[in-house]
């Protein structure tokens, strides 16, 4: 079992920065971000390849940077300009075995708690 601790969630004017941090207890092959806005269905953000291949949904191409660290087993998400429909609960999800582009929920074996932002306009 990997355990999946995140942080770096909270309140930030539109046009402003935060930086998301998902901390895995294990080893992981895929890392990926997704987020869940009130009323709606949990959807993908990015994801990232234990070799660094990345992947973004076309919302927050040029404003967000998916990274991971392989020696912390960490991944980040840092989030630049953000928009008010931004505004969500961020999960952070892991997958044990490498798949080269996991956009989808199932595709993920564990997820971490959630962090939110809010984005005030």
């Known amino acids: 079992q990997v355990l999946l601790v995140e942080s770096g969630g909270g309140l930030v004017q539109a046009g402003g920065s935060l930086r998301l941090s998902c901390a895995a207890s294990?080893?992981?092959?895929?890392m990926g971000w997704f987020r869940q806005a009130p009323g709606k269905e949990r959807e993908f953000v990015a994801a990232?390849?234990?070799?660094?291949?990345?992947y973004y949904t076309d919302s927050v191409k040029g404003r967000f940077t998916i990274s991971r660290d392989n020696a912390k087993n960490t991944m980040y998400l840092q989030m630049n300009r953000l928009k008010p429909e931004d505004a969500a609960v961020y999960y952070c999800?892991?997958?044990?075995?490498?798949?080269?582009?996991?956009?989808?929920?199932?595709?993920?074996?564990?997820w971490g708690q959630g962090a939110q932002v809010t984005v005030s306009s």
């Open positions: 294990g080893r992981t092959y895929n």
């Open positions: 999800a892991v997958r044990l075995n490498y798949y080269r582009d996991a956009r989808t929920e199932d595709l993920y074996d564990y």
């Open positions: 990232i390849t234990i070799d660094g291949n990345t």
